[in-house]
């Protein structure tokens, strides 16, 4: 998961979170922050196909808008945000056995695709 700063410039790793204790970690984030929008990846193939994860993840962006219904749902392409965290980890200087840490891959195509949302709302403006 990934957060902005309240001028919406930065986006910065909160944590990983287990798919079983997303919905909870939510409830409790909502609870304390104020959040406008969560953005969700969208899985997709070189060419534009959804993936065999597209429907879990459709399926879950239905259930946070069903949860949380005053808030924007905005989806994302995340097509190579894994190999792009991956290579930024690489050049951060990480050792090599922290960068085989899924959830800090994880953490990091967070940071990028909240990054890449909040450039399209810049661009936009």
């Given at each position: 998961?990934?957060?902005?700063?309240?001028?919406q410039?930065?986006?910065?790793?909160?944590?990983?979170?287990?798919?079983?204790?997303?919905?909870?970690?939510?409830?409790?984030?909502?609870?304390?922050?104020?959040?406008?929008?969560?953005?969700?990846?969208?899985?997709?193939?070189?060419?534009?196909?959804?993936?065999?994860?597209?429907?879990?993840?459709?399926?879950?962006?239905?259930?946070?808008?069903?949860?949380?219904p005053?808030?924007?749902?905005?989806?994302?392409?995340?097509?190579?945000?894994?190999?792009?965290?991956?290579?930024?980890?690489?050049?951060?200087?990480?050792?090599?056995?922290?960068?085989?840490?899924k959830?800090l891959?994880?953490?990091?195509?967070?940071?990028?695709?909240?990054?890449e949302?909040?450039?399209?709302?810049?661009?936009?403006?």
């Amino acid at each position: 998961m990934a957060v902005s700063d309240p001028l919406q410039i930065i986006a910065n790793g909160l944590e990983t979170v287990p798919n079983a204790e997303i919905m909870a970690f939510l409830e409790d984030y909502l609870a304390r922050e104020e959040v406008e929008t969560i953005v969700i990846g969208e899985p997709t193939h070189l060419d534009g196909r959804p993936t065999y994860l597209s429907t879990e993840i459709n399926s879950f962006a239905k259930e946070v808008h069903k949860k949380f219904p005053h808030l924007t749902i905005a989806r994302v392409d995340e097509r190579f945000t894994s190999v792009d965290a991956k290579k930024i980890i690489l050049q951060s200087g990480v050792k090599k056995k922290k960068r085989r840490d899924k959830g800090l891959v994880d953490k990091v195509s967070a940071v990028l695709i909240l990054q890449e949302y909040m450039e399209t709302l810049r661009a936009g403006r």
